[in-house]
């Protein structure tokens, strides 16, 4: 349910951790030396430096991961990164060189380009959701509301209707119009409890429609859902699709 509820979340600053660089670092060189001694065919035996070698080698590598990780979270690929800049700049303060730039406007030039390319990414999804959306409300059954928001109902329920102020509890099943999986309850097994008022606009708005024991399938414009700033897996100006089951009021 993290992702759901996260529905007012402060762009954070991006930047790349020093202690991340020196790890790298390590990664590089203790990386090619295990590469040399295999070309020379020479085989060591194992002792306790050996051990602390390749103990620094899995905790640089994990790190490298989740570094890899966040990188890729804001919107970098390989293709956005000179490797040879990026292990100079890396290797100029290991070595307690003075770096080209210094930290301040590294940070600032580096948020600059990460949020121009997020920007320009979101306007891309944005008019993927639209498209989606156009093609969607031409298929039988599907309403819309004054909003945008987008619903076909899967199963009728009967029950009450929960209002801005109840807490209720749903099975719920959120994609991408990729077809991605973000987020599920369903998966998970486990139904979420939650106040009404404290999930995204979309959801505030599509639940007090539905009668207790609904099934609904709901199309929910990236204005409603987590607007430009995204959310995670969920990219900038992502349009997000729920199947929503309402269990209860409580």
Same mark, same amino acid.
């Given at each position: 349910?993290?992702?759901?509820?996260?529905?007012?979340?402060?762009?954070?600053?991006? /930047? *790349?951790?020093? @202690?991340?660089?020196?790890? @790298?670092?390590?990664?590089?060189?203790?990386?090619?030396?295990?590469?040399?001694?295999?070309?020379?065919?020479?085989?060591?035996?194992?002792?306790?430096?050996?051990?602390?070698?390749?103990?620094?080698?899995?905790?640089?590598?994990?790190?490298?991961? @989740?570094?890899?990780?966040?990188?890729?979270?804001?919107?970098?690929?390989?293709?956005?990164?000179?490797?040879?800049?990026?292990?100079?700049? @890396?290797?100029?303060?290991?070595?307690?060189?003075?770096?080209?730039?210094?930290?301040?406007?590294?940070?600032?030039?580096?948020?600059?380009?990460?949020?121009?390319?997020?920007?320009?990414?979101?306007?891309?999804?944005?008019?993927?959701?639209?498209?989606?959306?156009?093609?969607?409300?031409?298929?039988?059954?599907?309403?819309?509301?004054?909003?945008? *928001?987008?619903?076909?109902?899967?199963?009728?329920?009967?029950?009450?209707?929960?209002?801005?102020?109840?807490?209720?509890?749903?099975?719920?099943?959120?994609?991408?119009?990729?077809?991605?999986?973000?987020?599920?309850?369903?998966?998970?097994?486990?139904?979420?409890? /939650?106040?009404?008022?404290?999930?995204?606009?979309?959801?505030?708005?599509?639940?007090?429609?539905?009668?207790?024991?609904?099934?609904?399938?709901?199309? *929910?414009?990236?204005?409603?859902?987590?607007?430009?700033?995204?959310?995670?897996? *969920?990219?900038?100006?992502?349009?997000?699709?729920?199947?929503?089951?309402?269990?209860?009021?409580?």
């Amino acid at each position: 349910m993290g992702t759901l509820l996260n529905s007012i979340v402060s762009m954070k600053k991006l /930047f *790349i951790p020093v @202690l991340a660089v020196c790890l @790298l670092a390590t990664s590089f060189t203790t990386q090619a030396q295990n590469s040399d001694k295999l070309k020379a065919g020479k085989v060591e035996k194992t002792t306790a430096t050996d051990k602390v070698e390749k103990d620094v080698d899995r905790f640089s590598y994990g790190y490298g991961v @989740l570094l890899a990780t966040s990188l890729k979270q804001q919107g970098l690929t390989l293709k956005d990164i000179n490797t040879d800049d990026f292990i100079e700049g @890396l290797k100029a303060v290991m070595e307690g060189q003075t770096p080209k730039v210094d930290v301040a406007t590294a940070q600032n030039e580096v948020n600059a380009k990460i949020q121009a390319m997020m920007a320009k990414k979101g306007e891309v999804n944005l008019k993927a959701g639209q498209l989606y959306m156009e093609k969607n409300a031409k298929k039988k059954g599907v309403k819309q509301t004054a909003s945008g *928001i987008q619903y076909e109902i899967m199963k009728a329920g009967e029950g009450a209707k929960p209002t801005a102020t109840s807490k209720v509890t749903t099975h719920y099943h959120g994609t991408l119009i990729d077809g991605t999986v973000f987020d599920s309850s369903v998966d998970r097994g486990q139904p979420a409890t /939650f106040p009404v008022n404290g999930v995204i606009k979309g959801w505030q708005e599509i639940l007090p429609m539905m009668p207790i024991g609904s099934k609904w399938r709901v199309t *929910i414009p990236a204005h409603l859902a987590y607007g430009n700033r995204g959310q995670g897996s *969920i990219k900038a100006n992502s349009t997000l699709i729920f199947e929503i089951e309402l269990i209860s009021i409580q």
